[in-house]
Nanobody
């Protein structure tokens, strides 16, 4: 059974940084294009960062230049480094494949507030 568990969220001031992690089990991440998603209250879940099996990356315009995702295929873990955080980045963050192949994990809450 595949499990996705996100962590690393918290409360941070605008301009601050956080690094999220997505620990996986029951899956070899190597062949998958993985993604980070977020969902703000009252909003639809949106994809913010993608990393391919070849480590090629893509980002939503709203986070480009501020967020960096990476993957450790040996540890089957994803990371999302978030810098220069803005109020609009407040959301629950999730990881999954780009095609949402697996059940969602619990997510990790990121709150950007002064």
């Amino acid at each position: 059974q595949v499990r996705l568990v996100e962590s690393g969220g918290g409360l941070v001031q605008p301009g601050g940084s956080l690094k999220l992690s997505c620990a996986t089990s029951g899956i070899n991440l190597r062949p998958y294009t993985m993604a980070w998603y977020r969902q703000a209250p009252g909003q639809q879940r949106e994809m913010v960062a993608v990393i391919g099996h070849d480590a090629r990356k893509d980002y939503a315009d709203s986070v480009k230049g501020r967020f960096t995702n990476s993957r450790d295929t040996l540890e089957n873990t994803l990371f999302l480094q978030m810098n220069s955080l803005k109020l609009d980045d407040t959301a629950t963050y999730y990881c999954n494949t780009r095609g949402v192949a697996f059940n969602w994990g619990p997510g990790t809450q990121v709150t950007v507030s002064s």
